[in-house]
């Protein structure tokens, strides 16, 4: 015998009064009643809809859900009952979507216990078509995945605790820096210095041959001492970038390095506008633009290697570029690794704390390109 079938008025009609259905007469819960085994006893929330979002079927896995017995329930609009306004759209286009003949996909939507509680659902939606290919419903499973999600979030919370943690650390190891670099000027720079002028004076003095050649290899070793702690001091902390600001710092950081290495021509470049940016990312950018160029001198083997400082749009812009031997960038997707993926990471976690972004360019044979986009302050 041939199912009988319902014109979309009298669908409608019908499903104002649920104890008027007849589900046997409906194609879509027609082929729902073949796998009733397997839908009641599946753990996923199983729902049947109409076209117009009717209930058709609703298995135990949903009435324990949502806390609504199938016979109350059916023939009542899905989505005004059970799907946040909020969600609505998301779901009645997906659902129309997948009525329309494109192809399945899945996605998310929360819902509403009856204690008040939100769940969130993984849904995969496909469409019931009757003998002649006429599209009767839609079939939706739905898994839970509260928990994972919830586990997620807190994954995702606690690596964005331990960037900020690692930030901070960083920050506090280059105040810390610029504490010493500071005390390393002030007091074991200026007591040499004195040392060497009281030094001066006694070899102007009368003296013996052997004296005065015992206090000139003292002045030597004076000297190379003072040399030794300037270097030092401009290593641990810039002075120029306390009292001048960070492009002031960057320019001279580049000249020190054109000084240190003979064989690379280090050049430094600015558009010489303003770039207001705060003591905490001034302190930062600086160390890192120091590990980058340290880098270039280390492994790029570059004749030439060049700092571009810009402001674009509201965000300060540092390229950094070398002639150098390259490498493959693909090996920094898996980061940290032992191949120098480490720095990168570092860098990129750092500037993420300060709201910025790494680029980096590069391929063997043709140099490398870095550059670090963070936001400027307000003036």
Same mark, same amino acid.
């Given at each position: 015998?041939?199912?009988?079938?319902?014109?979309?008025?009298?669908?409608?009609?019908?499903?104002?009064? $649920?104890?008027?259905?007849?589900?046997?007469?409906? +194609? @879509?819960?027609?082929?729902?009643?073949?796998?009733?085994?397997?839908?009641?006893?599946?753990?996923?929330?199983?729902?049947?809809?109409?076209?117009? !979002?009717? =209930?058709?079927?609703?298995? /135990?896995?949903?009435?324990?859900?949502?806390?609504?017995? /199938?016979?109350?329930?059916?023939?009542?609009? !899905?989505?005004?009952?059970?799907?946040?306004? @909020?969600?609505?759209?998301?779901?009645?286009?997906?659902?129309?979507?997948?009525?329309? +003949?494109?192809?399945?996909?899945?996605?998310?939507?929360?819902?509403?216990?009856?204690?008040?509680?939100?769940?969130?659902?993984?849904?995969?939606?496909?469409?019931? &078509?009757?003998?002649?290919?006429? $599209?009767?419903?839609?079939?939706?499973?739905?898994?839970? %995945?509260?928990?994972r999600q919830q586990a997620d979030e807190a994954l995702i919370e606690q690596?964005?605790?331990?960037?900020?943690?690692?930030?901070?650390?960083?920050?506090?190891?280059?105040?810390?820096?610029?504490?010493?670099? %500071?005390?390393?000027?002030?007091?074991?720079?200026?007591?040499?210095?004195?040392?060497?002028?009281?030094?001066?004076?006694?070899?102007?003095?009368?003296?013996?041959?052997?004296?005065?050649?015992?206090?000139?290899?003292?002045?030597? &070793?004076?000297?190379?001492?003072?040399?030794?702690?300037?270097?030092?001091?401009?290593?641990?902390?810039?002075?120029?970038?306390?009292?001048?600001?960070?492009?002031? @710092?960057?320019?001279?950081?580049?000249?020190?390095?054109?000084?240190?290495?003979?064989?690379? /021509?280090?050049?430094?470049?600015?558009?010489?506008?303003?770039?207001?940016?705060?003591?905490?990312? #001034?302190?930062?950018?600086?160390?890192? @633009?120091r590990e980058l160029l340290f880098n270039a001198t280390k492994y790029a083997?570059?004749?030439?290697?060049?700092?571009?400082?810009?402001?674009?749009?509201?965000?300060?812009?540092?390229? %950094?570029?070398?002639?150098?031997?390259?490498?493959?960038?693909?090996?920094?997707?898996?980061?940290?690794?032992?191949?120098?993926?480490?720095?990168?990471?570092? =860098?990129?976690? /750092?500037?993420?704390?300060?709201? +910025?972004?790494? #680029?980096?360019?590069?391929?063997?044979?043709?140099?490398?390109?870095?550059?670090?986009?963070? $936001?400027? #302050?307000? $003036?």
């Amino acid at each position: 015998m041939e199912a009988p079938t319902y014109s979309s008025d009298e669908l409608s009609r019908r499903n104002h009064d $649920p104890e008027e259905i007849n589900t046997a007469g409906c +194609g @879509a819960c027609e082929i729902a009643q073949r796998f009733t085994s397997l839908i009641e006893a599946g753990p996923s929330v199983i729902v049947c809809l109409s076209p117009d !979002y009717r =209930i058709l079927e609703f298995n /135990r896995a949903a009435v324990r859900l949502y806390g609504r017995q /199938r016979a109350s329930v059916l023939g009542q609009d !899905y989505i005004q009952l059970f799907v946040p306004k @909020a969600h609505q759209k998301l779901v009645v286009d997906n659902i129309k979507r997948i009525l329309d +003949g494109f192809p399945t996909r899945s996605f998310e939507n929360p819902v509403q216990t009856p204690d008040g509680e939100q769940r969130v659902l993984l849904w995969s939606i496909s469409r019931i &078509l009757d003998v002649a290919g006429v $599209p009767t419903g839609v079939i939706a499973v739905g898994q839970d %995945i509260t928990e994972r999600q919830q586990a997620d979030e807190a994954l995702i919370e606690q690596q964005r605790q331990l960037r900020t943690l690692a930030s901070e650390l960083a920050l506090a190891g280059q105040r810390e820096r610029r504490r010493i670099a %500071i005390g390393l000027h002030d007091q074991v720079g200026q007591a040499l210095a004195m040392a060497k002028l009281k030094l001066r004076a006694v070899l102007n003095s009368d003296l013996s041959a052997n004296t005065r050649r015992s206090l000139m290899e003292s002045q030597a &070793l004076l000297d190379q001492s003072i040399q030794a702690t300037r270097s030092l001091t401009f290593q641990l902390s810039s002075a120029v970038l306390r009292e001048l600001g960070l492009e002031a @710092a960057l320019q001279q950081l580049v000249e020190w390095f054109d000084a240190e290495h003979k064989d690379t /021509r280090f050049v430094f470049e600015t558009d010489n506008q303003a770039k207001p940016v705060s003591e905490e990312k #001034d302190l930062m950018i600086y160390d890192i @633009a120091r590990e980058l160029l340290f880098n270039a001198t280390k492994y790029a083997q570059a004749r030439t290697v060049s700092l571009t400082v810009e402001c674009v749009n509201g965000h300060l812009h540092i390229f %950094i570029q070398d002639d150098g031997v390259g490498f493959d960038t693909t090996r920094l997707k898996d980061a940290p690794s032992a191949e120098g993926g480490v720095g990168y990471f570092s =860098i990129r976690e /750092r500037l993420n704390y300060l709201g +910025g972004e790494l #680029d980096v360019e590069s391929s063997i044979g043709h140099g490398t390109r870095t550059t670090l986009i963070v $936001p400027c #302050d307000e $003036p």
